[in-house]
């Protein structure tokens, strides 16, 4: 069986960390790297876990595929995030030059977008890929957080 590498593909494997993420009570985001199709990084959000504000999954992503790749350049790289990523971590896209953005969800008020933060000048960007699967289930985390307050 022959697996068709595309946008959908890799934004089900960054719902993994997503859905891995929730399981640690983190905002279920979930970013993952890719190369050449193939992942080379995988992270989820560990901010509460790591009680650090920076530790967002796309920084998480940018740690580990820099170390694989024994640099901090991502030219190559398209990073797969089931949010858009907020100022802070367009930043480091921008810094890390990264090739590629695909998000799903998008964030209205924190976003890189709503925000006016500029990417790298030849970073790429692909919006709304399973963007209901990625928006449920922050949905569904920030329902339930206010239930229990």
């Given at each position: 069986?022959?697996?068709?590498?595309?946008?959908?593909?890799?934004?089900?494997?960054?719902?993994?960390?997503?859905?891995?993420?929730?399981?640690?009570?983190?905002?279920?985001v979930?970013?993952?790297?890719v190369?050449?199709?193939?992942?080379?990084?995988?992270a989820?959000?560990?901010?509460?876990?790591?009680?650090?504000?920076?530790?967002?999954?796309?920084?998480q992503a940018?740690?580990?595929?820099?170390?694989?790749?024994?640099g901090?350049?991502?030219a190559?790289c398209?990073?797969y995030?089931?949010?858009?990523?907020?100022?802070?971590c367009?930043?480091?896209?921008?810094?890390a030059q990264?090739?590629k953005?695909?998000y799903?969800?998008?964030?209205?008020?924190?976003?890189?977008?709503?925000?006016s933060?500029?990417?790298?000048?030849?970073?790429?960007?692909?919006?709304?890929?399973?963007?209901e699967?990625?928006s449920l289930?922050?949905?569904?985390?920030?329902?339930?957080?206010?239930?229990?307050?």
């Amino acid at each position: 069986m022959i697996v068709p590498y595309n946008d959908e593909y890799f934004m089900k494997r960054a719902l993994q960390e997503a859905k891995i993420a929730l399981s640690k009570n983190e905002v279920p985001v979930g970013a993952i790297i890719v190369m050449n199709n193939q992942i080379i990084a995988r992270a989820h959000n560990l901010v509460e876990t790591l009680n650090d504000v920076t530790a967002h999954a796309e920084m998480q992503a940018f740690t580990a595929a820099s170390d694989y790749l024994g640099g901090k350049y991502l030219a190559n790289c398209t990073l797969y995030v089931t949010l858009e990523p907020c100022q802070m971590c367009a930043g480091a896209s921008y810094w890390a030059q990264l090739g590629k953005i695909v998000y799903g969800a998008s964030d209205l008020t924190r976003g890189f977008s709503a925000t006016s933060i500029k990417l790298h000048p030849k970073t790429k960007v692909v919006s709304g890929i399973l963007q209901e699967e990625c928006s449920l289930l922050l949905k569904q985390f920030f329902i339930e957080k206010r239930n229990l307050n």
